[in-house]
C-alpha cells in the first residue's frame, strides 16, 4: 500500500490514510481528518458576536454581550475537547487484538482494546446515512452464549468516515493479518 495516499470521507473532504507495518502480525493503520479551521472558527464566532451586539444594541443590556462571549468561548472549547477527532487509528496485532484509539483536536485521547478470543471477523459493513447508503468497518464480536453467533457490532472510523475504496485498503490488510494468526 501507498504511505500517506489520499482519500476522501463520505462528504468528499480530504483524510488521509496511513499505515505502518511493525511486523506481519502486527500493523497500524491511521485515518488523518484535515485539521480545525481557523478562518471558519473565526466567522462562526464573528456572526455570534455581532448578533450578541445587535442585542445588546437594543437591549442595551450588557448580560447579553458577556453571555455571548461566554457562550462562544465554552462551546469551542467543548468543541474541540469532545467532538473534533484529528485521526483515528486502528492497531491489530494478530495474537493480542486491535486497539482502536482516537486523538482530539485538544490533544485528548481515547482507547479501547479488544481481544483477539473476543473477534470473530472484520467485515465493510453498508448502512443507510442521510438518504445514501455508505459503507464502514467494523469488528463483529463473538456472542458468548453462542461462539458461532454475532454478539455484537463495533464499528470503526467512526468520526472520520471513509469512503469504500480507503476501507477496502484496511480491509484486506486486516484480513491477511487474522488468516496469517488462525494458521499459526
Known amino acids: 500500500m501507498a504511505e500517506n495516499e489520499e482519500f476522501t470521507d463520505i462528504r468528499g473532504k480530504p483524510i488521509k490514510l496511513s499505515c505502518q507495518d511493525y511486523s506481519p502480525f502486527c500493523r497500524e493503520f491511521t485515518v488523518s481528518s484535515a485539521k480545525l479551521s481557523l478562518v471558519r472558527v473565526m466567522v462562526f464566532t464573528c456572526i455570534v ?3 450578541a451586539y445587535a442585542a445588546f444594541y437594543l437591549t442595551q443590556n450588557t448580560a447579553v454581550l458577556s453571555s455571548a462571549i461566554f457562550v462562544t468561548l465554552c462551546g469551542m472549547l467543548l468543541h474541540v475537547h469532545f467532538m473534533k477527532v484529528d485521526h483515528e487509528t486502528l492497531l491489530v496485532v494478530g495474537s493480542l487484538g486491535v486497539q482502536l484509539s482516537s486523538t482530539y483536536a485538544s490533544g485528548r485521547e481515547s482507547t479501547s482494546f479488544i481481544e483477539m478470543s473476543r473477534i470473530k471477523d472484520i467485515v465493510i459493513n453498508e448502512a443507510i446515512y442521510m438518504q445514501t447508503i ?19 457490532v463495533v464499528p470503526l472510523f467512526q468520526s472520520s468516515k471513509p469512503r469504500l475504496n480507503c476501507l477496502v485498503r484496511v480491509y484486506k490488510s486486516c484480513q491477511e493479518i487474522l488468516g496469517q494468526t488462525e494458521r499459526s
Open 49 to 51: 458576536w455581532l448578533l
Open 134 to 152: 455508505i459503507y464502514y468497518l467494523c469488528i463483529l464480536l463473538k456472542d458468548p452464549a453462542e461462539p458461532e453467533g454475532v454478539g455484537s
